[in-house]
């Protein structure tokens, strides 16, 4: 699709610096405003929780069916902007002009987003920080992608949704801050978890020239396969059980799991260093068996059978694995309740994949799911998931990407992540040649974007933001608390993973270091997942890297009959 231009905004970064006389708010919000693509502005200085000049506005320069939008339609793409005071508004202490340090630092959304976020975590720090809705009111989720009077996909949102709003994002933090300070911005960051880990590679594969870093958590690239595995346990529980696995249930499944599985890596400390290694049977958790959790907690034979198809993850008819899990030790919900069920699926995919606002998946059987899948990942991945791992604008450019996940994640898979960066590491011939510009850390026992019983990690952009400026590339990076607040630990770049020294606290990072390499036979075999838009097929994608390591699945995925 064209994308139009901003003529002001291109008249801003077009300017000499020493050409840009320094504004109040007010009159940048003025300047501002003469943008014909900019409406619905308000600008001002906002004195609390971090003082600085924020403009919210409005972004639309194409519209109509020719665009992709339903008739009548028009892009409207929200945007927030903050900027620290700078002198002519009496900001102080800065590095560079007023409370400015000199950088931008634009944040991601979460979910399908609708909302604009705030932007204090950037301006307190010193940068320019900025926001999106993403291009649609958070009132029109999850079904803004479906023009229902059509029935066909609202390219145009979708388009807004998943680039051209974090693309104008960043552009106009730019420009503003270049006009506000009087000079160019010395850096330009991207943070964000879950769908601002998506926008954050987005970035990084599209316009990568325009940043020297990137800070990924969680990224729900594979926005597809993603939503529908995340609709696998309650359609497990729905066809299974008929529901009576409750949360509280799994959650006990997923403790005993845990406890069965700790001293794996030698460590007893409540947490699994690498899920995929635990092999514990819910069959334990059955209401009478030694060990059991009292009633209501312990299982019937029919909960056990769905909880070990949950942490086995979605498969089709020819038993092939079709995404991956949530594993052992994470809580991911089993019941049928939006946004992981009800009639759409999780947020939307099956009203996006039929385009029809009113699909109700609960009455199709378990058996197909993998058309389901097949019909989601032709029809709408194409346009929604960010596959792609050819990142090398990114690495000539000498942007930097560090990339994280909890291995506990109860809403994204964490082993998509280890297969992203898996695809990457095969695309530049070895993880070696992505180390100098490419990391990724599991941090175990931490859930989604944060929380849970491990670790957290500390200081991530701060980190990112070392290796840019001062060429600090993390061999690792500490977590802090989680279960035990004054737990310290090492969180280490994959494939390595860490290591307990023998001596010392277990509880002590000094006592920790980073090596092995966890990407193993069994553990490259165990991830293949089926073809791309063959989800139904009796075939599965990789099985060269899976056999070039010595081995076939020993689940019999290695049958390559493709019918």
Same mark, same amino acid.
């Given at each position: 699709?064209?994308?139009?231009?901003?003529?002001?905004?291109?008249?801003?970064?077009?300017?000499?610096?020493?050409?840009?006389?320094?504004?109040?708010?007010?009159?940048?919000?003025?300047?501002?405003?003469?943008?014909?693509?900019?409406?619905?502005?308000?600008?001002?200085?906002?004195?609390?929780?971090?003082?600085?000049?924020?403009?919210?506005?409005?972004?639309?320069?194409?519209?109509?069916?020719?665009?992709?939008?339903?008739?009548?339609?028009?892009?409207?793409?929200?945007?927030?902007?903050?900027?620290?005071?700078?002198?002519?508004?009496?900001? %102080? @202490? $800065? #590095?560079?002009?007023? !409370?400015?340090?000199?950088?931008?630092?634009?944040?991601?959304? /979460?979910? =399908?987003? &609708?909302?604009?976020?705030?932007?204090?975590?950037?301006?307190?720090?010193?940068?320019?920080?900025?926001?999106?809705?993403?291009?649609?009111?958070?009132?029109?989720?999850?079904?803004?992608?479906?023009?229902?009077?059509?029935?066909?996909?609202?390219?145009?949102?979708?388009?807004?949704?998943?680039?051209?709003?974090?693309?104008?994002?960043?552009?106009?933090?730019?420009?503003?801050?270049?006009?506000?300070?009087?000079?160019?911005?010395?850096?330009?960051?991207?943070?964000?978890?879950? %769908? @601002? $880990? #998506?926008?954050?590679? !987005?970035?990084?594969?599209?316009?990568?020239?325009?940043?020297? /870093?990137? =800070?990924? &958590?969680?990224?729900?690239?594979?926005?597809?396969?993603?939503?529908?595995?995340?609709?696998?346990?309650?359609?497990?529980?729905?066809?299974?059980?008929?529901?009576?696995?409750?949360?509280?249930?799994?959650?006990?499944?997923?403790?005993?799991?845990?406890?069965?599985?700790?001293?794996?890596?030698?460590?007893?400390?409540?947490?699994?260093?690498?899920?995929?290694?635990?092999?514990?049977?819910?069959?334990?958790?059955?209401?009478?068996?030694?060990?059991?959790?009292?009633?209501?907690?312990?299982?019937?034979?029919?909960?056990?059978?769905?909880?070990?198809?949950?942490?086995?993850?979605?498969?089709?008819?020819?038993?092939?694995?079709?995404?991956?899990?949530?594993?052992?030790?994470?809580?991911?919900?089993?019941?049928?309740?939006?946004?992981?069920?009800?009639?759409?699926?999780?947020?939307?995919?099956?009203?996006?994949?039929?385009?029809?606002?009113?699909?109700?998946?609960?009455?199709?059987?378990?058996?197909?799911?993998?058309?389901?899948?097949?019909?989601?990942?032709?029809?709408?991945?194409?346009?929604?998931?960010?596959?792609?791992?050819?990142?090398?604008?990114?690495?000539?450019?000498?942007?930097?990407?560090?990339?994280?996940?909890?291995?506990?994640?109860?809403?994204?898979?964490?082993?998509?992540?280890?297969?992203?960066?898996?695809?990457?590491?095969?695309?530049?011939?070895?993880?070696?040649?992505?180390?100098?510009?490419?990391?990724?850390?599991?941090?175990?026992?931490?859930?989604?974007?944060?929380?849970?019983?491990?670790?957290?990690?500390?200081?991530?952009?701060?980190?990112?933001?070392?290796?840019?400026?001062?060429?600090?590339?993390?061999?690792?990076?500490?977590?802090?608390?989680?279960?035990?607040?004054?737990?310290?630990?090492?969180?280490?770049?994959?494939?390595?993973?860490?290591?307990?020294?023998?001596?010392?606290?277990?509880?002590?990072?000094?006592?920790?270091?980073?090596?092995?390499?966890?990407?193993?036979?069994?553990?490259?075999?165990?991830?293949?997942?089926?073809?791309?838009?063959?989800?139904?097929?009796?075939?599965?994608?990789?099985?060269?890297?899976?056999?070039?390591?010595?081995?076939?699945?020993?689940?019999?995925?290695?049958?390559?009959?493709?019918?």
């Amino acid at each position: 699709m064209t994308k139009l231009k901003s003529f002001a905004l291109a008249a801003l970064l077009a300017a000499p610096a020493a050409a840009l006389a320094v504004p109040t708010c007010t009159q940048l919000g003025a300047q501002l405003g003469t943008d014909p693509f900019v409406s619905e502005l308000t600008a001002a200085v906002i004195a609390s929780p971090s003082p600085r000049c924020e403009l919210n506005f409005t972004f639309s320069s194409r519209e109509g069916t020719q665009n992709g939008y339903a008739d009548g339609e028009k892009q409207h793409i929200r945007l927030r902007i903050g900027l620290p005071l700078n002198s002519v508004d009496g900001g %102080t @202490g $800065g #590095r560079v002009e007023g !409370a400015w340090d000199g950088g931008v630092m634009n944040l991601g959304g /979460g979910g =399908l987003a &609708g909302n604009v976020g705030n932007v204090t975590s950037a301006t307190g720090a010193g940068y320019v920080g900025s926001s999106t809705d993403s291009g649609h009111p958070a009132s029109a989720n999850p079904n803004f992608s479906v023009i229902q009077a059509t029935h066909q996909l609202n390219y145009g949102l979708l388009d807004d949704f998943l680039n051209e709003s974090i693309h104008q994002q960043y552009r106009y933090a730019l420009s503003l801050a270049q006009s506000y300070y009087g000079m160019p911005a010395s850096r330009n960051y991207w943070n964000g978890c879950s %769908t @601002g $880990g #998506r926008q954050g590679l !987005a970035l990084a594969l599209k316009h990568a020239k325009d940043f020297d /870093g990137f =800070l990924v &958590g969680a990224p729900a690239n594979f926005h597809t396969r993603l939503q529908v595995a995340t609709v696998w346990p309650t359609w497990v529980n729905k066809d299974i059980t008929g529901n009576t696995l409750t949360n509280a249930k799994m959650q006990a499944a997923n403790a005993s799991a845990i406890s069965a599985c700790d001293g794996h890596d030698g460590v007893g400390d409540g947490m699994l260093a690498d899920p995929r290694a635990c092999k514990f049977d819910a069959a334990a958790n059955i209401c009478g068996e030694p060990g059991a959790p009292a009633a209501p907690n312990c299982l019937t034979a029919d909960e056990a059978k769905a909880v070990n198809m949950i942490w086995d993850g979605p498969r089709n008819d020819h038993g092939k694995r079709i995404w991956f899990p949530f594993g052992r030790g994470a809580n991911a919900s089993v019941l049928n309740a939006p946004p992981f069920g009800g009639p759409c699926g999780s947020l939307g995919i099956f009203c996006w994949s039929h385009r029809d606002t009113t699909f109700d998946w609960t009455p199709l059987p378990i058996s197909q799911f993998d058309d389901e899948t097949q019909l989601a990942t032709t029809v709408v991945a194409p346009y929604s998931d960010i596959m792609s791992v050819e990142l090398d604008t990114a690495r000539k450019h000498g942007a930097k990407i560090l990339m994280w996940h909890g291995e506990s994640d109860q809403l994204i898979p964490w082993r998509q992540s280890v297969h992203y960066y898996r695809e990457a590491a095969e695309h530049f011939d070895g993880y070696d040649r992505l180390k100098p510009w490419f990391r990724f850390f599991l941090a175990p026992g931490v859930t989604h974007c944060g929380g849970g019983v491990g670790p957290q990690p500390q200081n991530l952009f701060g980190v990112l933001v070392d290796w840019v400026e001062n060429g600090n590339a993390p061999d690792s990076i500490e977590a802090k608390g989680g279960a035990v607040a004054t737990r310290t630990r090492l969180l280490c770049p994959y494939p390595q993973t860490a290591i307990y020294t023998g001596t010392g606290g277990t509880d002590d990072k000094a006592n920790f270091r980073c090596g092995g390499n966890i990407e193993t036979k069994e553990n490259v075999c165990m991830d293949l997942v089926t073809k791309f838009q063959k989800e139904t097929r009796n075939a599965l994608a990789g099985q060269d890297a899976c056999k070039a390591r010595g081995r076939d699945d020993d689940e019999g995925d290695g049958d390559r009959d493709d019918n």
